[in-house]
């Protein structure tokens, strides 16, 4: 039984290794791709991964269920939304009863906008009234009582214009002239039609409460450039969305063509980088001797040298040093790695024929986008709510019983909800980035153990293993970003209340608190850099083979390391490729939005629309960067596997396999091969066939 079970092993091995697409043919598990079947290593068959970790997630959206219901019970949105007086009554809502107070719980719903009087002591207690209209110039109050009644900036109201505040006796909010509840003036002010706010047009009103008003319209004061902006783009709608589709466009077709010019492309930026610095090297040299022959003339006709001169002089000097030495690096390191470089141009090629051969993946960075703007809305409606829970309190200012202001402090378990939800909220971002990374991974895996031939679709079939298998996977890699981008928060909260309590002993404990929370940012933004790169090698690792996250962290980590020059290369090629493709594809999209625009009289300001869609063109370019990027690491990954595969089938393109060959030594190679208790040795040779490589590629 023992040896016919070997023979018919050899014979389902010599049949695998001679089908031409696929490593495996059947399962019968619970969890079977019946369209794309790896085998990991160890004959393991894809199966879920990392359940207990999709688990944790499941019940951490459970807390967040409850933080959100929290929220919505004791949150008060519309105070964000229209703002509050002073009292704690929302403006344009008829209001219950918060505080202790005759002027609490009013109806306010013919009196929409939020104004602040400038009537008080201090900024922290600045009388704020909802008003029926916003002051559209200045107005003074004194002279002129009863048309600040008519607008509502004022307590006590008219026959005509009724009032449901009551004046207080005395206090700040008595008002001038006395009792009247009104401030001196009413300062112009300009309509927010959203936040239903009276934003003040001038700074330096009178009253006591000045500074309020002032901090308040210091940020929003320049309401008509902000105004003649949005005009030019509402006159300029049409020509926006033809831009940014046309940055789409550009973007599709510098990558589908990139494997016709990638390679002048690198090679004409890495020497171009280099006869820049040499040149700027000669430059600023001359500019040194210039500068050190004009010393030296002041110096024998006796006129004096001034420090900057000589600083000048110095900074020319030592700054052609720098830039020698910088373009001798480049060309060491260019050197160094010019077969590895070349090997990534040719990765590159491969990377544009796979993106071109499943147009399908160019979806997955509008349906990120569309996810995570889902997030982003879901998630600050109910932060909304979440940070206007406070508990309604009377500011008893002067010893005033009847006419406080309100107070809002915060409940006993807000702090806890609070960083909950600030995790939640990148947990969930990183899961939807994460869940695009995987699936552009299967993607590329799929064509190409397919050897170049895949159906349409292969995003939704990526996308549907990943959600059948592999959701797990994604909720510990994207927990790991998360965890590292709450703890750079936290940090930065610490350094806040650090560098405040240091500001008040001495300059120098609060340099050393600053250096060190320096430090630490740098540690922090390191290791969230070198984590996204493990795992989105891990991903790939995952999409390969159905492995769990963290074997798939081992293999890819230990791929990394062997074949550590190429995709430090690979690296090198992807910043020159992907930054000459977003500068293209912003310039472009600036020369022809200019061009367009150029003799519309509608659009005033010509230059920042321009100047906005260039920018919006660099972000939607480097979304389409993304997709190259993450195809170009996938295939480098699969690659290094495939040469390492000792067994099955290879799927390398003659390609990428005619730099296996020439670094493959001609020479006889013998392998030790166990089996059935004996040792044999088999020799091989690696010329005309790819040779399995354990030490990379």
Known sequence: CKAKTEETTAEERARSTSRPSHWSSTMSSCCVDKDLDFVAPGGRKRRCTDLVFLGAFILFLIGLFYTISWSIEYGEPSRLLYGADSYGNICGETNKVRISSNNSGLDMSNRKHQYYTGLGDTASNTLIVCARKCPTETINCVANEALCQELGVCLKGSVSFPSPYEVPDSGPDHGTPAGSGCPEEAVRSLQSGLLQRCIPD?????????????????????????????????????????????????????????????????????????????????FLFNRHEAADEAIKEDEQQGVPVTDDEKRERDFYYYSSICFVVFAVIVLIVTLFLRTDIRKSIDLYKEASEAIRAMPSMFISPFLTYVWLLAIAVFFIVTGAYLVTTEKHANDLYQNETTFGHVKYVDRGNYDGHFWYFVFAVLWCSQFVIACEEISLAGCVTEWYVNQHETKFGALFRSMYRVTRYHLGTVAVGSAIIAIVQFMRIILEYVAVKLEKAAASTSPLVLKLVQFFTCCCRCCLWCLEKCLRFINRNAYIETALYGIDFFSGCYRAVNTVLKNILTFGAINFVAFIVIFMMKTLVALGVAAIAFAWLQDDDAVELKGVVVFVLAVLAWFIADAFGGIFSTTADTLLLVFAEDCAQTTGPHYASERLLKYVHSHTDDKEESVTEKGGGEDRNNTLRARGSLKPKQDGI
């Open 202 to 282: 001038q700074v330096g009103a009178i009253g006591a409460g000045r500074d309020a008003i002032n901090a308040f319209a210091e940020g929003v004061n320049q309401n008509s450039y902000l105004n003649d902006i949005f005009e030019s783009f509402a006159a300029a709608q049409e020509v926006c969305i033809y831009m940014l589709l046309i940055a789409c466009a550009l973007s599709y077709v510098i990558i589908t063509l990139m494997k016709y010019f990638v390679k002048p492309l690198v090679w004409g930026c890495i020497f171009g980088m280099i006869i820049m610095l040499v040149y700027m090297s000669w």
